[in-house]
């Protein structure tokens, strides 16, 4: 849907730049378009713009989420990893709770947090890097500094806000 409002758990610098050295070896470059990311909602409506804004700098005066990746996800053609958080499941419930009736299908049907590393290829070819990255995985803490949110604009993304947590 052009136009969504997409909701994500902003990523510290080298956690950002780890990842997004993932992608661009792993991820197809002519579907790479936006940085790695952490979805928290799919797809808002654009009109909960003003309402999601309030509830995330409440949501922001508190204190980082702790978090880490906890291990690798087969999705099809597709390889993520899993991260793991008491903290973000929370904040994404608690946002759940405050914009109740405006989810797409996708974020009503459940959240399994992760930041996906290759899309968009044969199942055979995912198959093999999931293979590979297991045999070398280790967990590990990631750093959220923030909540943001962009805007989606059938494919690339538009930075709307970004939230960075105070407290």
């Not at 045999?135 to 059938?154: A, S």
């Amino acid at each position: 849907m052009a136009g969504a409002l997409i909701v994500t758990a902003e990523l510290a610098t080298p956690d950002q730049a780890w990842l997004d050295g993932l992608r661009r070896i792993y991820y197809p470059a002519e579907r790479n378009l936006v940085p790695a990311h952490l979805t928290i909602f799919h797809a808002l409506p654009p009109s909960a713009e003003g309402e999601l804004r309030s509830r995330l700098k409440q949501i922001a005066a508190g204190p980082p989420p702790l978090a880490r990746i906890d291990g690798l996800m087969d999705l099809g053609g597709r390889v993520a990893f899993r991260v793991a958080s008491f903290d973000l499941d929370r904040i994404r419930d608690e946002l759940a709770a405050g914009l109740h009736g405006l989810h797409s299908a996708q974020d009503a049907g459940g959240w399994r947090p992760h930041v996906t590393i290759q899309n968009k290829v044969a199942p055979k070819v995912a198959r093999s890097l999931m293979h590979a990255m297991e045999r070398e995985f280790r967990p590990r803490p990631i750093q959220i500094h923030g909540i943001g949110v962009h805007r989606y604009l059938d494919g690339p993304w538009e930075k709307i806000a970004v939230f960075p947590f105070r407290g």
